[in-house]
């Protein structure tokens, strides 16, 4: 999913200009997430500074990286990306500095303020502005909610042909590595080997691998009851019509996935992007984005607790987070060859 932007450049003068600008002579190219699309998010600056927000969407960061070698310097201003893999796109040359001091990284939840991703060779290249969890969603009309505590329920028997996977190995071998007693961050070529039999026993127990979208449908019809990697994020958009979709971070824990957004290298509007940068961290911008037509997450800005309702915070598990930070890891890191042998595994897995 994605979104473009960029960092402040010249003088206030051209700021001003940029900003006076007539709606038919502004456009911003954003490559991000879906759920950056949304028009409730988008208008409020839109209107602001008289400017068309285009954005495209993208899964993977690989496909966005893909997106950013085949167009030319310009053609993009702000890109949402993984937070863990920022890195990717700075050796890349595709991310522009920006000016730490105009970021509320002050306010934010610390845990995830993650300046490690964030900020290399000491410069700041992105601006972490969503989280949540890939861990055990589920219908708690349907299951035992004490059974979600424990990641050995899901492949115990009770629940055969009711599970659900989400579609993406990294989060779901970063949750059956947990479930194993090894922190994604010790994931090798070595304990991987030692993935296998349990990522096939839960897929073994399984109905179905599915995307997003199929995922959310098959736990709102109740195809199935359970989705490993699900979270806040796949449920909150169900709640409204289905108060027993729910979620849990099991006592192995739980993977925490972050987003981040920043300024394209070579965009010619480096100062608006940046306004949309520091917008989007905003806590206007924040509950906003936090609460998505696409899928919800915990804004990364802390003061947006003053403006998101009592009821989203509650479905967000607002008062939850310290514990849930305390308890959740980071999604694996592997290098190339690490990645291709966990692909494979996956893929391995998909084909059994």
């Not at 019809?221 to 849990?248: C, F, Q, S």
Request: charged share 20%.
């Amino acid at each position: 999913m994605t979104k473009a932007r960029k960092s402040i450049l010249c003088a206030s003068a051209a700021a001003m200009a940029v900003i006076s600008a007539p709606v038919s002579a502004q456009e911003l190219n954003a490559l991000v997430w879906c759920d950056h699309s949304d028009a409730a998010l988008l208008q409020p600056f839109e209107e602001k500074y008289g400017v068309k927000v285009n954005v495209k969407e993208y899964e993977g960061t690989a496909a966005g990286l893909t997106i950013l070698e085949q167009s030319q310097p310009g053609d993009w201003d702000v890109l949402v990306i993984d937070a863990v893999d920022l890195a990717r796109a700075v050796e890349g040359g595709f991310m522009a500095e920006m000016p730490a001091d105009q970021l509320p990284t002050g306010d934010f939840f610390p845990e995830v303020v993650m300046a490690d991703n964030n900020v290399i060779g000491g410069k700041t290249y992105a601006v972490t502005e969503k989280f949540g969890y890939n861990t055990v969603a589920y219908d708690k009309s349907k299951v035992d909610a004490a059974d979600m505590e424990d990641m050995a329920a899901l492949t115990s028997g009770k629940y055969d042909g009711r599970i659900a996977i989400y579609d993406y190995y990294l989060p779901v071998i970063g949750l059956v590595a947990l479930g194993q007693g090894v922190a994604t961050s010790d994931i090798t070529a070595e304990t991987l080997a030692g993935l296998a039999e349990p990522l096939k026993a839960l897929r073994k127990a399984s109905k179905q691998v599915s995307d997003v979208v199929s995922a959310q449908t098959a736990l709102a019809t109740g195809d199935v009851d359970i989705v490993v990697g699900g979270g806040e994020w796949l449920t909150a958009v169900l709640t409204g019509e289905n108060p027993n979709m729910d979620w849990t971070i099991p006592k192995q824990g739980a993977l925490r996935w972050a987003q981040s957004i920043g300024v394209v290298a070579g965009s010619e509007q480096p100062d608006l992007a940046l306004e949309f940068v520091k917008y989007i961290v905003s806590p206007e911008g924040q509950a906003r984005l936090a609460t998505s037509a696409c899928y919800w997450g915990m804004p990364a800005n802390a003061k947006t607790g003053d403006v998101l309702s009592a009821e989203q915070k509650a479905v967000l598990r607002w008062d939850q987070q310290p514990d849930f930070l305390a308890r959740a890891q980071l999604y694996p890191i592997p290098d190339a060859a690490l990645d291709t042998e966990m692909q494979d595994l996956w893929t391995e897995m998909l084909n059994q």
